[in-house]
Structure formats: structure tokens, C-alpha cells
């Protein structure tokens, strides 16, 4: 593989991967019931031992 090829597939390929990448965490986060358990990793660090 040499330049051209890894920088069309980058161009092509690539972008289309980190744009359903990008879309699957905004969804996965803003799915619902996710409320309850993002607050409660909030809390983790504040819990006594």
C-alpha cells in the first residue's frame, strides 16, 4: 500500500467510520434512561469507603 491508496481510503472510508462512530456515542448518550445512570458514575467518586 503506498500513500494515495491509504490517504482515498482515509477520505472515503474513514470519514464515513467516524461519523457513524460520532453518532452512535450522541445516541448513546442521549439515549433515554440514561439520566439515572450517568448521575449515579457522578457520584462514584464522592462515595466513602
Known sequence: ???TTLRHF???WGLLAMT???AGV????L???SKEAAERAA???LKED
Open 1 to 3: 500500500m503506498d500513500y
Open 10 to 12: 482515509a477520505d472515503s
Open 20 to 22: 457513524i462512530f460520532v
Open 26 to 29: 450522541f445516541i448513546f448518550a
Open 31 to 33: 439515549r433515554p434512561g
Open 43 to 45: 457520584q462514584i467518586p
